[in-house]
């Protein structure tokens, strides 16, 4: 066991934390108040390679382990939560999926686009009336001919719009399990552009605010046979893979979050001073400060373990939701904290904390609350 990070690790890490510092930090209070699309960083970040990196090169990507990846993750949302899950939705929920389960075709169609950053994914599995019950899906996919016919709608999905390539969860039919009905569950690549393929409301957000999350609608959307991701009736399954690697980008955007609001917070509590002494002189700073870096390094340790996990290991699913649970938990805490070490000016929005803890509080909620992650957790201990 090895805890210290290779060279190669190292310099990816220098790559973007200069990246994170020099392009994303100076319009991260823009893109929050404004809430604004940063589509120019977006660009930029294709442009470095940022868009395909654990794609192997061969299908145009970056060919770098999913450890690296996670660290580009963090670095962007140690200054920009934003910036941080676009890249991620990306990455773990549109570009994985294909290149897990996709036939050679769809490989070499969608991803060398997707790689390069010319073309951005997204992913839809919830609806209104399923969330956290995913398989209670209404949305439908019917064969005709040559082309499977959607109908339905999905909600609150990540680079809504913006997005090209969208990975949809369908019900295709019913099958007969230990004599009972249930759903067959499918998925299926979706193109911006089909005609039938809308978008609805956009929503309006406490925190990761420049993030689009728009409705899908699809009414009599025709998108050819060969755009069934996997095995027909195998939707589910691909979805839960599809999460189980997401959790891991979301439990580094977590993590960004934690190690940014406490690295600002170590440099506020230096210079702030109060009873004609810094802040950082009095214990309960110091104590504080204690508590939410070995948090924050408990957290790192878990997402990396993760990340080595999807590396290496076919399931992976436990280690991804003890990191995005830990990770996200740590970063409300320690994001909560900030804000009250900075008193008053840590609630004007001037300071950047307060955009920390509003985005903090998403990473406890999508890809699975974390209630969801405990359920996946208790059930591997209990089984
Ligand atoms: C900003 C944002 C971006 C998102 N991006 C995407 C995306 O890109 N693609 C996508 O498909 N989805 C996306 N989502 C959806 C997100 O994953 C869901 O909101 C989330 O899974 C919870 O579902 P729900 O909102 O329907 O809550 P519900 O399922 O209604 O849950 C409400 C509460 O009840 C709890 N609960 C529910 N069932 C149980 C149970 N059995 N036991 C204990 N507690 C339970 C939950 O944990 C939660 O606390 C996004 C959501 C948001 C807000």
């Known amino acids: 066991m090895d805890f210290t990070l290779s060279k190669k690790h190292e310099m990816a890490r220098t790559l973007f934390k200069e990246f994170a510092e020099n392009e994303v930090k100076p319009l991260a209070q823009d893109v929050d108040e404004n809430e604004q699309f940063p589509e120019e960083t977006v660009a930029k970040m294709a442009k470095s390679g940022f868009l395909g990196i654990p794609i192997p090169k061969e299908y145009g990507g970056q060919g770098c382990d999913p450890l690296t990846y996670i660290m580009c993750v963090e670095e962007l949302s140690k200054v920009c939560g934003t910036t941080g899950v676009i890249v991620s939705a990306h990455t773990s929920l549109c570009m994985d999926p294909i290149l897990t389960f996709g036939t050679e075709e769809q490989k070499k169609k969608y991803l060398p686009d997707l790689a390069s950053g010319k073309k951005l994914g997204a992913f839809g599995l919830t609806e209104p009336g399923a969330g956290t019950d995913a398989q209670g899906q209404q949305t439908k996919a019917v064969l005709d001919g040559d082309e499977w016919v959607l109908n339905g709608s999905k909600c609150f999905i990540t680079n809504g719009k913006y997005a090209d390539v969208y990975i949809i969860i369908a019900v295709t039919g019913t099958v007969e399990k230990r004599g009972r009905k249930q759903k067959e569950i499918s998925s299926f690549i979706v193109e911006k552009g089909t005609p039938g393929f809308s978008f609805g409301t956009k929503e309006k957000k406490m925190g990761i605010r420049g993030s ?172």
Do not use: W
């Not at 001073?273 to 948090?295: E, P, S, W, Y």
């Not at 920390?356 to 609350?369: C, H, L, P, S, V």
């Open 212 to 383: 689009a999350t728009y409705e899908l609608i699809f009414e009599d959307c025709r998108i050819p046979k060969e755009n069934l991701l996997g095995k027909k009736g195998k939707g589910f399954g691909i979805a839960m893979h599809t999460l189980d690697g997401g959790r891991i980008g979301i439990a580094s955007q977590a993590l960004g979050l934690a190690e940014g609001a406490l690295e600002r917070t170590i440099e506020y509590v230096k210079e702030r001073k109060q009873f004609g002494r810094t802040i950082g002189q009095f214990q309960n700073t110091q104590f504080q400060l204690a508590d939410m870096a070995t948090k924050v390094e408990a957290a790192k340790n878990l997402v990396y373990k993760a990340a080595m996990a999807k590396a290496t290991q076919k399931v992976y699913s436990v280690e991804a939701a003890m990191a995005k649970l830990y990770a996200a938990e740590v970063a409300m805490e320690v994001t909560t904290k900030a804000v009250q070490l900075h008193g008053g000016y840590g609630y004007i929005r001037e300071y950047d904390v307060e955009r920390m803890m509003r985005d903090a509080k998403i990473t406890e909620i999508y890809e699975g609350t974390s209630e969801v992650q405990r359920m996946v957790i208790s059930g591997s201990l209990l089984k």
